[in-house]
Each structure stands twice: as C-alpha cells, then as structure tokens.
C-alpha cells in the first residue's frame, strides 16, 4: 500500500486533490465474472431494501467548500456558482460543490433502476416520462464520456475452461484501486450532506 501524488495522474482542476490524501491497493475483482457467484457483491443482488441501503451509501452526496480562487481554476465564474451557507460551519464567501464520482455512481444506479424495472415490480419504470427518458440518457452518456475520458487500460485476458467450446474472457483480475470505503468516510467527515435546497 502506498500513497501517490494525485495531481500527476489526473489533468483536471480538482481543487479535492490538495486535500486529500489518496492510498492505493492491490485488490481483486473477485465479483466481476458474468455468473455472481454462491456470494455475489450486495450490489449485484436483486432489488431488496438492503440493496437500495448500499447504494445509496454510494450515491449520496455531501457538499464541499470551494474559494473564489478555487472556482476560477475550474474555468466557472464565481458569480454563478452558489454560495455555502454560513451555518454549514466553513466560513464566509465560499462556494459549493461535490465529488463528480458519487454523481457517476449515482448515474449506475439509475441504470441499475431502470434495468430492474422491466421485471420487477420493486421500481416504477421511468421511461414513460420525458424527464426520466432524458435522465436515463443523461446518465448513459455521462458515464459513457468519463469511462472514454480516463480510459482503464488494463488487459483482460481470454482463458480456457474445461468443458468450453472457446476461450472466455477472464473478469477477475487484480488493480490498484484507491480506498473507496477511505474515500466515503472523507466525504462524510469534511463535507455537508447535500440538499440544494441550503444553497443560496
């Protein structure tokens, strides 16, 4: 395990990165096979209250104070860009916003939604409805653009298994992932639970 300077692997603005402290590690994608296996990740189960509970953990967002400076780095202008409330705690003139993943993760939920709707009945299915047409087109193509605009370049390998007529594509493979349960906790630590109602 070791730590990395974030800032020479990614080539946006992220004011985060001077904040965070990102470690690495080996981990093994253990559950990224077609089949789930005998006991498959909770968020390839079916739809279930505790599911939802996981994926919510994921897809919450908490906002995060930016300067006036930190906004111009990002090429947006501070006089659009909404105000954190005072009572938040962080201070005066600070603006607002938060982590693109957990945007993107939200996005997969959707999906995930709108997958499971089709045949079950646990979700209302959105596609009759012009505004959640166009979300789950948003969300398509927002994952689509960030999984194009930091592509993994990591190999997946084609195997042979007893039985099979053809080699398969091997799914479980080991990468050097961040912490993302370090990740949450940080967000839950140094942010505010989001509800754009607060923005000013």
Request: glycine residues 4%.
């Amino acid at each position: 395990m070791h730590h990395v300077d974030v800032g020479l692997h990614n080539h946006g603005i992220a004011p985060l990165h001077d904040r965070y402290e990102v470690t690495l590690s080996p981990k093994l994608s253990v559950n990224s096979s077609l089949e789930p296996g005998l006991t498959p990740s909770i968020y390839r189960q079916p739809p279930s209250p505790e599911v939802d509970a996981a994926w919510s953990r994921v897809t919450s967002t908490h906002l995060f104070p930016l300067r006036r400076e930190e906004v111009v780095r990002m090429g947006k202008d501070p006089d659009y860009v909404a105000l954190m409330p005072e009572e938040f705690g962080f201070g005066k003139d600070l603006h607002a916003g938060f982590m693109d993943v957990f945007h993107k993760i939200h996005c997969l939920d959707v999906l995930r939604r709108e997958a499971h709707s089709h045949n079950s009945d646990y979700y209302s299915t959105s596609r009759k409805s012009p505004l959640g047409k166009a979300h789950v087109d948003h969300c398509i193509y927002v994952l689509l653009d960030g999984l194009m605009c930091k592509p993994n370049m990591q190999i997946i390998p084609y195997i042979w298994l007893e039985n099979h007529p053809a080699p398969t594509p091997d799914f479980i493979n080991t990468d050097v992932c961040w912490d993302f349960e370090d990740v949450i906790s940080w967000k839950e630590q140094h942010g505010h639970l989001n509800d754009r109602s607060y923005c000013k």
